[in-house]
């Protein structure tokens, strides 16, 4: 038997062991119990008005505001970190250690719980909602500065040093020459940040929003306790089918826009 022979050998084995666990763990399962649990039909039909058209569409819209948000932070950061300025790059880069060393379910109860403590009950504007989205912004806009970091200096010196010599000042260089470069380098990368941003979402759950306020993962908690779906963890289900169907659209996005990167280079 040649080597290929032994590796085709090989991976038909392994193979087969694969299918193998596979059908036994379908045959172990009980499946009216799944069904019972997981994906009862009348909690889908009970509660599919309210996960699709209140908390759905508030995850999109927390994480649309949430990435504008952070991405005008970022390119703030990112300026300054590359500012020929000393005091301004210190201040960026402490800022992105800072930020990109917390958990963003810590800043988000800092924002929520302790900064109203702290200023006497102030909290930026939208309350609740603002105090958690705020802190989304301030997590991700210090990931997306130095995914921009990273863009920008992708973007060939030569570049920058040819508009110059054409008599081209460092912001008109940067503004028109060198982001535009790099924000199509950084496009699958900041898209790969909205993904992981949509899921944070999530964590705003410990705000305690109000019932129209509701992102998918407090709504299905809520239906795990009361509603059709009660005692069951099929909202659980629908909320995780729901971000499914939004996430895993970008992701092929992402790769997509790679592949045609590889391709252009």
């Known amino acids: 038997?040649?080597?290929?022979?032994?590796?085709?050998?090989?991976?038909?084995?392994?193979?087969?062991?694969?299918?193998?666990?596979?059908?036994?763990?379908?045959?172990?399962?009980?499946?009216?119990?799944?069904?019972?649990?997981?994906?009862?039909?009348?909690?889908?039909?009970?509660t599919w008005q309210d996960m699709v058209l209140t908390a759905a569409k508030n995850t999109i819209l927390y994480t649309i505001a949430a990435f504008v948000g952070g991405f005008v932070l970022a390119m703030i950061l990112v300026l300054m970190k590359l500012a020929p300025v000393a005091p301004f790059r210190w201040v960026a880069t402490g800022y992105i250690?800072?930020?990109?060393g917390l958990p963003a379910l810590v800043v988000i109860l800092f924002m929520g719980f302790g900064v109203p403590i702290a200023f006497g009950g102030w909290r930026p504007p939208g309350g609740i909602i603002g105090s958690g989205l705020t802190a989304l912004m301030l997590v991700a806009g210090a990931y997306m500065?130095?995914?921009?970091?990273?863009?920008?200096?992708?973007?060939?010196?030569?570049?920058?040093?040819?508009?110059?010599?054409?008599?081209?000042?460092?912001?008109?260089?940067?503004?028109?020459?060198?982001?535009?470069?790099a924000l199509r380098i950084v496009v699958p990368p900041l898209t790969n940040e909205l993904v992981i941003l949509l899921k944070?979402?999530?964590?705003?759950?410990?705000?305690?929003?109000?019932?129209?306020?509701?992102?998918?993962?407090?709504?299905?908690?809520?239906?795990?306790?009361?509603?059709?779906s009660a005692g069951t963890a099929t909202s659980l289900?629908?909320?995780?089918?729901?971000?499914?169907?939004?996430?895993?659209?970008?992701?092929?996005?992402?790769?997509?826009?790679?592949?045609?990167?590889?391709?252009?280079?």
Request: proline share 3%.
């Open 200 to 228: 944070d979402t999530s964590l705003l759950f410990v705000l305690g929003f109000a019932a129209n306020q509701k992102e998918l993962t407090s709504m299905a908690r809520d239906f795990m306790v009361s509603g059709p």
């Open 97 to 100: 250690e800072l930020f990109r």
């Open 145 to 181: 500065a130095e995914t921009l970091r990273a863009g920008i200096e992708a973007v060939p010196k030569g570049q920058s040093e040819a508009a110059r010599s054409l008599g081209m000042n460092g912001v008109w260089t940067m503004s028109s020459i060198v982001m535009p470069q």
């Open 1 to 46: 038997m040649t080597r290929r022979q032994r590796q085709r050998a090989i991976r038909m084995v392994l193979y087969a062991i694969f299918l193998a666990l596979v059908v036994g763990l379908l045959f172990l399962v009980d499946w009216e119990s799944v069904t019972r649990n997981f994906f009862m039909t009348e909690a889908f039909t009970g």
């Open 237 to 265: 289900t629908f909320a995780a089918l729901l971000y499914l169907a939004i996430t895993l659209p970008l992701t092929q996005l992402v790769s997509w826009m790679e592949r045609k990167q590889k391709r252009s280079r």
